[in-house]
């Protein structure tokens, strides 16, 4: 008998492909049933994205109906799940999913215990063959914030493969849905045996036809759902055979019909969230005046951090803000991304260091493409300062018109997105940071735009 295990990652909320992506894998589904073999369905993290209008007003709901619909059977988290959902709403969607969680290296971190309803491992059997299925994601450090304790994904990997060589008559395969990237991957084969197949995300990596290294099979299909994967384990032989699809491919198989608009959707539910009245447009070129959205957004990210320094880049305000009633679509089309504000406790040393990486890129930067680390726009743009100029005459920085002291301690609100790039590394080398958490960047401007300009 062969299991076929289709799988899909990192689609961060593109629901434009899910119907045909749903059409084929059912036609998959009857082809594979009627030919008397099996098949498991997998993805591996970062299907939750907030960016899309319908995962936003829904609050990632509507990513659990779509794959309850499509039948998954396992899956695991990536960082978008584990970073941008608070722990009690992840709870819930959880609840409502019936597939299987798999994540090894996230706990609880005050219970110090596993996550309700996230599995360590995962059997599935389906006619005598038995395929145990791990989970590992991105071990970043701010997943404490959202109430995990992130492990080291190796140490874990390690405990849990001696755990499954002692329980070796349970199982017959071994699978790893890994959202660790490709790098990642490749290191585990290399370093663990007794792993048969390593399913991959987090990179966005695509292997049409998968890569063996070390007697392990990789496989990876991209990001968006622009690709499907297809692994078939041939229990007689041993075999795994690794195929992807393309949207292209799969449209020429599948019989054309209508699909469901869930962009308009999810448009039309966030316009029924009324947040505020403006007398006046918020222009998102403008980088100063009252009619700007930066410098009114500069406003409400120093009220909330108590803060006078700050910095954004122009490229993350995609939209302005209308005159008279705004709701949640406005907000959500002009901030998209699922980025925090943070507050900086840094030496004016490095804080100088930083500066200077940012002016000497400046013109580089306006252009420059730039996707991942929260950001859902398509260019870095100009950074703006508040508090903070440069003074040409004498080649130094002002600090709320005083020269930047290397010696002095200084506070600065800005985005996490800002220290996860790798433009301005000195940015890391902060005595302290407090992360605004699990509030998005739009979610402040809400609060902001509902206290200083309320519904008429």
């Keep these: 008998m ?45 299907a939750i994205d907030f960016w899309h209008p319908l995962v936003e007003a829904t609050h990632g709901q509507i990513i659990v ?9 396992v899956v695991t988290l990536g960082n978008n799940e584990g970073l941008n959902i608070s722990r009690p709403h992840f709870d819930r969607l959880v609840q409502a999913a019936q597939y299987s969680f798999v994540c090894g290296n996230l706990r609880a971190s005050h219970e110090k215990s596993d996550l309700d309803s996230v599995h360590q491992v995962v059997i599935k059997e389906l006619d005598g063959v038995r395929i145990a299925f791990l989970g590992l994601t ?25 755990a499954l060589h002692a329980r070796s008559s349970e199982w017959d395969y071994l699978v790893l849905l890994s959202h660790l990237g490709y790098q990642a991957d490749r290191e585990i084969a290399q370093r663990f045996e007794g792993i048969d197949l390593i399913l991959g995300g987090h990179t966005h990596h695509y292997l049409r036809y998968g ?17 499907i994967g297809e692994v078939v384990l041939d229990d ?24 469901k608009d869930y962009l308009n959707q999810g448009k039309l539910q966030l316009d029924t969230e009324a947040v505020a009245w403006l007398p006046e447009p918020w222009d998102s070129h403008l980088t100063a005046g009252q009619n700007s959205l930066i410098e009114q957004t500069f406003n409400a990210i120093c009220d909330q951090m108590d803060c006078c320094l700050a910095m954004l880049s122009t490229g993350m305000f995609l939209t302005g803000l209308p005159q008279g009633r705004v709701n949640m679509r ?22 100088r260091k930083a500066l200077w990486e940012i002016q000497s890129q400046r013109e580089q930067l306006v252009d420059r493409h730039v996707s991942g680390c929260g950001f859902r726009g398509k260019y870095f743009g100009e950074m703006v300062f508040r508090g903070i100029a440069y003074d040409s ?64």
Excluded at 211 to 227: D, F, P
Aim: glycine residues 6%; aromatic residues 10%.
């Design 65 to 73: 109906d779509l794959f309850n619909q499509v039948q998954y059977d």
């Design 236 to 259: 007689s032989s041993k075999d795994l055979v690794v195929s992807t699809k393309s949207l292209n491919e799969i449209k020429e198989g599948i019989t054309p019909g209508s699909f």
């Design 330 to 351: 406005h907000l959500h089309q002009a901030l998209p991304h699922p980025v925090h504000v943070v507050k900086l406790h840094i030496q004016g040393l490095h804080l």
């Design 2 to 46: 062969k299991v076929h295990i289709l799988h899909t990652n990192d689609l961060h909320g593109h629901l434009e492909h899910i119907d045909l992506l749903a059409k084929y894998i059912q036609q998959r589904r009857d082809e594979i049933e009627q030919a008397g073999d099996k098949m498991i369905l997998c993805d591996v993290g970062d």
């Design 211 to 227: 890569e063996r290294i070390s007697g392990v099979t990789l496989a990876a299909c991209g990001r968006y759902g622009e690709y």
């Design 393 to 456: 005459a004498h080649n130094d920085w002002l600090i709320e018109g005083l020269p930047l002291n290397d010696q002095q301690t200084y506070q600065l609100v800005t985005l996490d997105h800002y220290l996860l790039l790798p433009f301005f590394p000195s940015l890391r080398d902060h005595i302290e940071i407090q992360i605004l958490f699990p509030d998005f960047l739009r979610q402040i401007m809400r609060r902001y735009l509902q206290e200083h300009y309320p519904l008429i």
């Design 138 to 162: 991105a071990p970043y450090p701010s997943y404490s914030l959202n109430g995990y304790q992130v492990l080291d994904p190796y140490d874990v990997l390690e405990d849990q493969l001696q």
